[in-house]
């Protein structure tokens, strides 16, 4: 059988297939990027605050909601690192977009040692202290400080001296409160994360060591070892929970986020106050901690994944999750967003599956052809044909049934999808979630009705060679007859001056190709051959499906890929 497939047909199915990878791996990090509650932090007066996104949700000492500090306003565009809060209310945080590099998350992912300086890339960017009431900001350090990727932070407010934990360089480093470094960093972690001072000791959750390290906070003895907190009991190993990340004093004891490798899905485990194994907190199936936090004789933990700011006694009992009407609005929007981009990303897994769909219409098709040269083989075996005798050729039917099968199965699959949308949108309340898909649903189901309108203009054709006379018939009944001389054809065409026939592409051709190679083209003896490039503008100027199906195709592809980039 011949296997040759069209140019055009190759870079339809690449093009296809590149436009739903992007659209799928877009979507899908989209929607990733949109979390939920992340850090949470206190300030002097017992104010909490939850970090979701690139805003502040301010809540009272009894955890009832105050006001959403909006990010945005200071600069930030893209909420990088920790923060903490100066003994008089101000914040400390960095602003500026997101300094990363698709290498530099790379390298990241590979635990390699981030190795860019700490100096901004504009003044605008890196650490600020900022009033969060009137948004007013100055940079911390003369020079300014950027550490471009994960930190964690902590002020202490009998001092407002800094310390930061370098997570990417593996250091610890002590500033001022306005931003003067009192002492070398100091080497000797991986990837420390959370800190805070207790009882004049300094704790770093030093991730990578599976350990609480001890120092000393002193700046003429900074980060002196203590001593060293094993946190990863069997337990935590078992579980696959090893990398401590956050903590924070309960009580008389210790809570601790254990996570997995992936920095995610950890667990929270309890310790008393001389570091021993009390037991694992019974958290939900699917929870993913972030950050821990001590509040009145509440602990409260950030879901990420979930939504959720999660509320427990102080002996582990939980209780109702965070009831914050602020949290709550960003939330509703998020979960919009987010399944927004998912759809987008469930739109590319979409159209791989119609391409698959397209490539099995095609298999079946070539099935079907082979079929029919083998009964028309059979055909010419069994009585032998006059090369005198006028030649009639017509589609084959079978053919025909198997494509317009095909595409009735791909109209069920659209419609199945069209509900899917529509259910999501009216669960979600949000009927302009659906209406986003309206345009991208219309142009796939234009796409179908494209193939459907090229099939059936497949459909009633004839050919009839008499002689040197050429009767052609269309998909709309008409006929047109002439000379040999006056016929032009190609290996896919052939056509008088006002009526064409498309014949197929091997090997999923309309006609017989045998009988095409055997029977019809020998007797196009002074018929003119033109190139496909000239056949195509015969379609087009003949108003042919076949003719400008490619046109639409490639008008189509721009219009969804101009709408999925302006999303």
């Not at 911390?140 to 990727?149: C, E, H, M, N, Y």
């Not at 669960?427 to 986003?436: H, I, P, S, T």
């Not at 290996?491 to 026939?501: G, K, L, Y």
Request: hydrophobic share 40%.
């Amino acid at each position: 059988m011949n296997s040759n497939v069209h140019p055009l047909v190759v870079a339809l199915v690449l093009i296809l297939t590149g436009i739903a990878i992007v659209t799928w791996m877009w979507g899908s990090g989209e929607a990733a990027s949109i979390g939920g509650p992340a850090e949470l932090k206190a300030d002097g007066r017992g104010h909490s605050y939850v970090q979701i996104q690139n805003e502040l949700v301010e809540h009272d000492a009894n955890g009832q909601y105050l006001k959403t500090h909006d990010l945005r306003d200071m600069g930030v565009e893209l909420f990088l690192g920790s923060f903490d809060f100066f003994s008089n209310g101000d914040i400390l945080l960095r602003r500026g977009p997101d300094p990363r590099s698709v290498g530099d998350n790379i390298r990241a992912f590979q635990r390699k040692t981030n190795l860019e300086s700490i100096e901004p890339d504009s003044p605008e960017s890196g650490l600020f202290r900022c009033e969060l009431q009137s948004k007013e900001c100055t940079r911390f350090g003369v020079s300014g400080i950027d550490f471009k990727a994960a930190h964690g932070t902590f002020i202490d407010r009998t001092t407002d001296n800094v310390y930061i934990s370098d997570t990417t360089r593996h250091v610890l480093r002590k500033f001022s409160d306005d931003g003067l470094a009192l002492a070398e960093p100091v080497s000797g972690f991986r990837f420390p994360n959370q800190i805070l001072i207790l009882d004049d000791k300094l704790f770093i959750a030093d991730t990578n060591h599976h350990e609480v390290r001890v120092v000393d906070p002193a700046t003429e003895n900074f980060a002196a070892e203590l001593a060293r907190k094993n946190v990863a009991p069997a337990i935590a190993t078992a579980a696959g929970q090893t990398w401590p990340s956050h903590f924070t004093r309960v009580g008389d004891g210790w809570w601790v986020n254990n996570m997995r490798s992936g920095m995610n899905q950890g667990g929270v485990y309890l310790f008393d106050n001389n570091w021993r194994l009390v037991r694992k907190l019974d958290l939900p199936d699917g929870a993913d901690p972030i950050a821990l936090l001590a509040t009145g004789d509440e602990v409260w933990i950030s879901d990420w994944y979930n939504d959720k700011v999660r509320r427990f006694t102080n002996t582990g009992e939980p209780l109702s999750d965070l009831d914050s009407a602020g949290l709550e609005t960003i939330l509703a929007r998020a979960r919009t967003e987010r399944t927004k981009f998912e759809m987008i990303s469930y739109s590319g897994i979409a159209l791989i599956l119609l391409i698959l769909a397209g490539l099995a219409v095609r298999g079946f098709a070539v099935g079907m052809s082979t079929d029919t040269v083998k009964s028309a083989h059979d055909e010419r075996s069994s009585r032998a044909q006059s090369p005198e005798r006028a030649l009639v050729l017509t589609p084959d039917r079978k053919v025909l049934k198997r494509m317009t099968l095909a595409l009735r199965f791909i109209i069920l699959m659209l419609l199945f999808a069209a509900g899917l949308v529509a259910y999501i949108a009216v669960a979600y309340d949000k009927l302009e979630f659906g209406v986003e898909f309206v345009f991208l649903g219309t142009g796939i189901f234009a796409f179908v009705i494209l193939i459907a309108w090229i099939n059936r203009s497949n459909c009633g054709t004839s050919i009839r060679v008499d002689g040197a006379t050429v009767t052609l018939r269309n998909h709309n009944g008409r006929e047109s007859s002439c000379s040999m001389r006056e016929l032009r054809y190609d290996d896919t065409t052939i056509a008088t001056r006002d009526v064409s026939v498309f014949l197929g592409r091997a090997p999923a051709s309309i006609y017989n190709r045998d009988d095409l190679k055997e029977k019809l083209f020998p007797r196009l003896v002074g018929a003119q051959k033109v190139s496909p490039i000239q056949m195509q503008k015969i379609l087009i100027q003949q108003q042919h499906p076949q003719g400008i199906t490619l046109i639409m195709v490639v008008v189509g592809l721009l219009i969804y890929g101009v709408s999925v980039v302006s999303n």
